[in-house]
């Protein structure tokens, strides 16, 4: 599922999310966003590849409302972007699961979206050690778990993307949809 492109000024903000294993396909996708995209995706947009389950009216502290979730093993999520700095927001709970992060061609991350309490719009993933300019997310649904969650969901309510350091940190969050 391709999400329409969104940009504001410098910014750019998404909703989105989960990982896990990041097959060669996606590797590949990657390296090819540092010059020109990834697989049909373009700079901006957020493309989703798997059972993704978007949820929107929440008052429940979710950004906006709206949420990307997803527990199937191998679900993506894909994003080219220009920027700086970048954060990820996701619920955290005791059903949450884990999934693998790709900044460029860095190292995979691990996140754990477990809490033993539910917990909205959580900060689960920083960078601030970005070079201005062109880069690419890859968010992958593991299937995973901590040892303590009773489920394996991955859930995403926004993606920040800064692209200068002067611009302060503005939120705008795009329906899936």
Not at 14 to 35: D, E, H, N, Y
Not at 65 to 81: H, K
Request: aromatic share 8%.
């Amino acid at each position: 599922m391709k999400a329409p492109s969104l940009a504001h000024t410098s910014m750019l903000v998404l909703a989105v999310v989960c990982l896990g294993f990041v097959a060669p396909a996606a590797a590949s996708g990657l390296k090819q966003a540092r010059t020109g995209g990834i697989a049909g995706c373009s700079l901006g947009e957020a493309c989703y590849v798997g059972h993704w389950e978007f949820v929107a009216g929440r008052s429940d502290g979710r950004y906006q409302g709206r949420s990307a979730r997803s527990f199937t093993r191998g679900d993506s999520l894909a994003i080219p972007f220009y920027g700086s700095r970048l954060a990820i927001y996701g619920l955290t709970g005791p059903t949450g699961g884990k999934a693998e992060l790709i900044v460029d061609s860095d190292p995979p991350v691990t996140l754990d979206f477990y809490g033993p309490q539910r917990r909205t719009h959580v900060l689960v993933f920083q960078a601030s050690h970005l070079d201005r300019g062109p880069h690419a997310l890859m968010l992958v649904v593991s299937g995973l778990r901590n040892a303590r969650s009773n489920g394996s969901y991955v859930n995403v309510d926004q993606v920040q993307v800064d692209a200068t350091a002067r611009d302060a940190w503005r939120r705008l969050v795009e329906d899936p949809r």
